[in-house]
Nanobody, 113 residues
């Protein structure tokens, strides 16, 4: 049974940093493309960043230069978020995709002064 467990969310002031962590279980991690999505209240879920099994990365224009996605051999995906803005406030979801797709339960990120 595949599980994606996120952690690392919280509240931070504008300009601050957070690191999100997604621990993947029950899957051959190296075969999957991984990604982080987010959903703000009243808005559609959107792609934030993705990383393939070959470690090619892609970012939403709104986070380029501020966020970094990475993956480690211990079945973990990270999202380092720097220079956070109030508009980054959302629930962040971990995603795994190959022949099937899987989602984590989400972790709240709030950026406010």
């Amino acid at each position: 049974q595949v599980q994606l467990v996120e952690s690392g969310g919280g509240s931070v002031q504008p300009g601050g940093s957070l690191r999100l962590v997604c621990a993947a279980r029950g899957m051959i991690f190296s075969l999957y493309s991984m990604a982080w999505y987010r959903q703000a209240p009243g808005k559609q879920r959107e792609l934030v960043a993705s990383i393939t099994s070959g470690v090619n990365t892609n970012y939403a224009d709104s986070v380029k230069g501020r966020f970094t996605i990475s993956r480690a051999n211990d079945n973990t995906v990270y999202l380092q978020m720097n220079s956070l803005k109030p508009e980054d406030t959302a629930v962040y979801y971990c995603y795994a995709g190959r022949l099937r797709t899987y989602w984590g339960q989400g972790t709240q990120v709030t950026v406010s002064s």
